[in-house]
């Protein structure tokens, strides 16, 4: 394969020179950089090296170029070069008039430097960084496992843990060649799918969660039934409680249905998270809490579902499914929420196939060239169709009410509107889905005409909201429209719950049962965001000090770290 491309382009030849010098003496031994000055000329080398498949890793563009502006000349690039990642050069300024403020809600870059740059380590730290995203999107890597399966919602289950586990995995379906021979090799046949096959030749025939967790060298079970702090889910907001409570010394116990990562590991790119300036993907986030959580001593179990909760004198007990139980002196609830169902049976049927809950993950780059349908007008669901615009051909936003601007933050509505193969189809809802093994169409209503439409479509991505998870909890717990109440909350509702001790008012983040504290989604009011669920995270474990000195002022946390 030929040396991938670094390209960069200003009209001041000085910086052109500078730059590609820089990025030549440290990525000189695996990428070709290509320095130029003229758009003109610029335009006619990318259109040589995309004529002759030389693939273009970086486009790396100055904001003033002339006679064409920077932004016109990357969508050009871009267009001969599609995979490469676009990086506007932009003087330092820290206005809201900077070009790369708009470049970036727009989608017109993915990243930008300032110049002059700083420090060389600096610049090949970000660089790096730009190279590295480049490459997982686009380089064939180790395999782990090679997964071989059909359309159906067995297959997509295992293939939307795995990337969410963040194992790395090739995918074959049943009847294609290198599928066909994988499971030949092992004396197996299409009748039971998926089969996962991990690069040491272990098998396994229709994994269950338990296996697959088991089988990339997760815990599934606790070895640890009494612990200072219990934390259900593991999300952003259990995965930063756990992080805090172990860090500050408490035995920790995190438990969690699937694997880590909650709602937010499924989220392709995160724009508004503190110190991501570019954005960072959910799992990638969540990936590297669940890593510092596990590095600061904090048990993380997966594939344990909490099944019911009850106060053992001044302890709390977790059920788990399997019939085991961990004992706290507190437990941290952070469950967060499901997404709601459509509700439409016949697209119930073909979930996994054609029809999918929840943001695009490993599905995005499998909609390449075809007509896609994301129902929700919320951010999750205008993330989830920018992201599917870069791979599919239409990308049509069904909503049921007159505008997107009124659940949707601003900057999305814009970027929405400014992405060519989007379209917002407003007052509108789905009747009823068609297809047998796969989806093929989607019967839509629009609201005011009370007109039925037969369209095609290929998939569906649904984001239509939530419920919290909170029915593995006793009535005790007080909650309102299932969302657990906290703090002043549950005080104002009055003290409906039996154990709870008069004399002291409820902690801010904790619910209608002592020690027991609620946070990230499933808490009521929660503002629905990777940061506040973050923030409640390390607040719940300040408050669990606090409980503990109150309620047992002669112990100690089991672990005491100095
Ligand atoms: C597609 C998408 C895009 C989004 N984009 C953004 C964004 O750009 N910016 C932003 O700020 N926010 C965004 N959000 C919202 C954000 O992801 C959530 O606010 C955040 O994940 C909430 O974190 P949490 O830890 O409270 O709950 P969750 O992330 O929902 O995690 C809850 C965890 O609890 C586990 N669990 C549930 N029940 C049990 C049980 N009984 N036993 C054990 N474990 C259980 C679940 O498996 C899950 O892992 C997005 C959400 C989605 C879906």
């Known amino acids: 394969m030929p040396q991938p491309v670094i390209f960069v382009i200003d009209d001041d030849a000085g910086v052109t020179v500078a730059l590609s010098g820089d990025l030549d003496r440290r990525f000189g031994e695996d990428f070709r950089v290509i320095g130029e000055t003229s758009a003109a000329a610029g335009l006619a080398t990318l259109r040589k090296l995309a004529k002759a ?21 990357l969508a050009q690039g871009h267009a001969m070069h599609p995979l490469a990642k676009r990086v506007l050069l932009v003087e330092r300024d820290y206005s809201a008039r900077s070009p790369v403020i708009e470049a970036m809600t727009l989608g017109q870059a993915d990243y930008h430097i300032t110049k002059p740059w700083l420090l060389e380590q600096d610049l090949y730290r970000v660089i790096s960084e730009f190279l590295a995203e480049w490459a997982k999107d686009h380089q064939a890597g180790f395999e782990l496992f090679h997964v071989v399966g059909r359309a159906d919602r067995a297959t997509h289950e295992l293939r939307e843990l795995l990337t969410r586990f963040n194992v ?83 035995l920790t116990v995190t438990l969690e249905e699937a694997v880590s990562g909650g709602q937010a590991g499924n989220s392709p790119m995160i724009r508004n998270y503190p110190g991501f300036p570019h954005g960072v993907s959910g799992g990638d986030l969540t990936r590297r809490a669940c890593e510092q959580a ?139 889905g068609h297809g047998t093994d796969r989806l093929e169409a989607l019967t839509l209503c629009d609201r005011r005409r009370g007109r039925l ?17 909170t029915q593995w909890l006793p009535d005790t717990v007080q909650r309102r429209y299932g969302y657990l109440l906290t703090g002043r909350d549950v005080a104002r509702d009055g003290t409906g719950a039996p154990c709870w001790p008069p004399g002291r008012a409820p902690l801010p983040l904790e619910t209608s049962i002592p020690g027991v504290f609620a946070v990230g989604d499933v808490r009521y009011r929660s503002i629905k965001r990777v940061a506040s669920a973050v923030g409640d995270g390390a607040t719940a474990v300040r408050l669990v000090h606090e409980y503990l000195a109150a309620e047992r002022p002669d112990e100690r946390p089991l672990a005491v770290r100095t």
Not at 53 to 73: N, R
Not at 192 to 217: K, N, Q, Y
Not at 454 to 469: D, H, K, M, Q, S
Request: charged letters at 20%; hydrophobic letters at 45%; proline letters at 4%.
């Open 294 to 432: 596990w590095m600061f001593g904090a048990h993380l179990v997966f594939s344990q579902r909490a099944v019911g909760l009850e106060c053992q004198g001044g302890e709390r007990v977790v059920h788990l499914a399997g019939g085991r139980q961990v004992a706290a002196k507190a437990v941290v609830v952070a469950t967060g929420i499901a997404w709601r169902r459509l509700g439409v049976p016949r697209l119930e049927a073909l979930v996994g196939s054609g029809v999918f809950y929840g943001a695009a993950g490993a599905e995005a780059q499998a909609m390449e060239g075809r007509d896609v349908f994301v129902v929700g007008a919320g951010n999750s669901g205008g993330q989830t169709a920018l992201h599917l615009a870069r791979y599919a051909q239409r990308v049509t936003m069904l909503v049921r009410g007159e505008s997107l601007a009124r659940s949707m933050s601003d900057y999305l509505v814009q970027e929405i509107e400014a992405t060519g193969n989007i379209t917002v189809r407003l007052h509108t809802e789905i009747s009823d």
């Open 53 to 73: 498949g030389e693939p273009v890793a970086l486009l790396i563009v100055d904001h003033d170029l002339s006679p064409m502006p920077g932004t016109e000349f």
């Open 168 to 250: 790395p995995f090739r995918f074959h379906t049943a009847t294609s060649r290198p599928g066909r021979q994988l499971l030949s090799d092992r004396r197996l046949d299409t009748g039971r799918l998926p089969v996962m096959i991990r690069h040491d030749g272990h098998t396994i025939v229709t994994p269950t969660l338990a296996e697959v967790v088991e089988s990339t060298g997760g815990s599934i079970s606790s070895d640890v039934d009494h612990c200072d702090v219990a934390i259900v889910g593991a999300g952003p907001a259990g995965l930063t409680a756990a992080v805090y409570a172990a860090s500050e010394g408490l």
């Open 453 to 469: 439409e037969r369209v095609p479509a290929t998939a569906l991505f649904v984001l239509i909201g939530g419920e919290p998870r």
